[in-house]
């Protein structure tokens, strides 16, 4: 079973940067950060291939938000900058074990094991 851990969120003002970090327990792992505001659906925000050279950012946090993984520390982050107030929400950590080490996931369906999210308040 593959354990996956956020950290990094917190209370922010418009314009501010933060960064998350997702350890997860596995290896060979693709990954994906997620996002949940109250009373919305969780969407995608970013994807990062196992091997870290494919990525993929929602349009809404594109030029803004930046993924990335250190392998050696089995971590993943979500640079956030010139944060919005509707960036608000829990930010979710997802993994999955993969064979291909540039295959990349964008749905939420794809993913089989999920961190406890932690949240993200950005204020005006």
């Known amino acids: 079973q593959v354990q996956v851990v956020e950290s990094g969120g917190g209370l922010v003002q418009a314009g501010d940067s933060l960064r998350l970090s997702c350890t997860a327990s596995g290896s060979r792992l693709a990954m994906g950060w997620f996002r949940q505001a109250p009373g919305k659906e969780r969407e995608f925000v970013a994807a990062?291939?196992?091997?870290?050279?494919?990525?993929s950012n929602a349009d809404s946090v594109k030029g803004r938000f930046t993924i990335s993984r250190d392998n050696a520390k089995n971590t993943v982050f979500l640079q956030m900058n010139s944060l919005k107030p509707e960036d608000t929400a829990v930010y979710y950590c997802?993994?999955?074990?993969?064979?291909?080490?540039?295959?990349?996931?964008?749905?939420?369906?794809?993913?089989?094991?999920w961190g406890q999210g932690t949240q993200v308040t950005v204020s005006s």
């Open positions: 997802a993994a999955r074990a993969v064979a291909f080490m540039t295959a990349l996931y964008l749905t939420d369906s794809e993913y089989n094991y």
């Open positions: 990062i291939s196992l091997s870290g050279g494919r990525t």
